[in-house]
């Protein structure tokens, strides 16, 4: 029989072994009542293109925002900006895959849409930036007021232009399928048409790229030579159509209302072939966009549907102010 030293020992023993037990049991219950996880969500954030400075900025603020939500960020996108083909596979190999949410920026307005539905009937949340979709199942939008840009746009013009006596509009569009790229364009015709010098409006369609842009441009001018302003709606466009006046020389007839900063574009401001710049928020669009599908993915409901970020019009003659600076270079 064990004296009343080691007696004391073995019942100390005892309950040092039940109160380990009764708390272990309490951690597993509080674990599986509160669905933690033994790893991180995992969030795919798809957009229209890898390459550009706006989709990098996007990526850079997304980034930040896995960095602080400790998410699993895996980031994509087709090497061919109008290819929504692509886009659709991405999101179904991502449901597929286990993803616990999608920020995504639509191609296709309507071919896009068909795959974020089946992202959300398999409980996968998605949430649209920049571009939007086609499907009432999106959980969040998060963009530029892309109609109210494209007013904004309008404004540029009448301020570059006000020595002009007639306004021989052409616009320089992408995608006609890319809902942003429409909005943009409905803004801008609808309040341009208020003034009565506009004596005629005339749109192209091109490719999302530069090259297509400069011909388009080079097109648009070759065939429509009274053509004294010309307005486009993102950084590929802006690029193309910069280059067109560069390579023609006709920075003094042409005033140029561009989207979208990059070093290329900011130069062609300062050197005249670009007039003005609305300089959207691609950091904050990807920043938000992972922020709220993190939030989603713990159970969370959003209070706000639509998120729309900050845009501004930065000319030549302010460029230079700090405050302009940082919105032109926020990104670097």
């Known amino acids: 029989m064990p004296n009343k030293k080691n007696l004391k020992w073995y ?8 109160a380990t037990a009764f708390l272990l049991n309490v951690s597993y219950k509080a674990y599986i009542d509160t669905g933690a996880r033994s790893s991180k969500y995992r969030i795919s954030m798809i957009m229209k293109s890898t390459d550009s400075e706006f989709f990098k900025s996007v990526f850079s603020g997304g980034n930040a925002a896995a960095t602080e939500y400790n998410v699993e960020l895996d980031t994509m996108g087709p090497e061919d900006e109008e290819d929504y083909e692509t886009q659709n596979e991405m999101i179904r190999e991502a449901v597929d895959g286990g993803s616990d949410g999608i920020v995504f920026s639509a191609v296709d307005f309507n071919a896009n849409g068909e795959a974020v539905d089946y992202a959300a ?7 649209i930036i920049d571009s939007d979709v086609n499907s009432d199942k999106v959980s969040r939008r998060i963009s530029t007021d892309n109609y109210e840009a494209g007013r904004m746009a309008a ?58 842009a400069c011909r388009g441009t080079k097109e648009l001018l070759a065939t429509s030579p009274e053509t004294n302003v010309i307005v486009t709606f993102n950084e590929w466009t802006s690029l193309g159509v910069g280059k067109a006046i ?36 691609p950091y904050a669009m990807g920043y938000l966009g992972v922020e709220s599908a993190y939030r989603l993915a713990e159970g969370e409901e959003l209070s706000e549907d639509t ?16 405050e302009y600076q940082r919105i032109l270079f926020k990104y670097e």
């Open 11 to 18: 019942v100390a023993v005892l309950l040092f072994v039940a």
């Open 121 to 127: 009937s398999k409980g996968v949340p998605v949430v």
């Open 155 to 212: 404004r540029a013009v009448i301020e570059a232009s006000e020595g002009f006596d007639e306004f021989h509009i052409g616009i320089v569009n992408f995608d006609r399928n890319t809902e942003n790229g429409r909005q943009r364009e409905q803004g801008f015709r609808e309040a341009i048409s208020t003034d009565e010098r506009v004596q005629s409006i005339e749109s192209t369609y091109v490719l999302s790229t530069v090259d297509d």
């Open 246 to 281: 560069y390579d023609l020389g006709n920075k003094d007839s042409v005033s140029v209302i561009a989207f979208d900063s990059n070093e290329v574009c900011v130069n062609f401001l300062e050197t005249g072939e670009v007039d003005a710049l609305i300089v959207q928020n």
């Open 307 to 322: 998120v729309y970020t900050e845009t501004t019009i930065v000319t030549r003659e302010n460029m230079f102010e700090p």
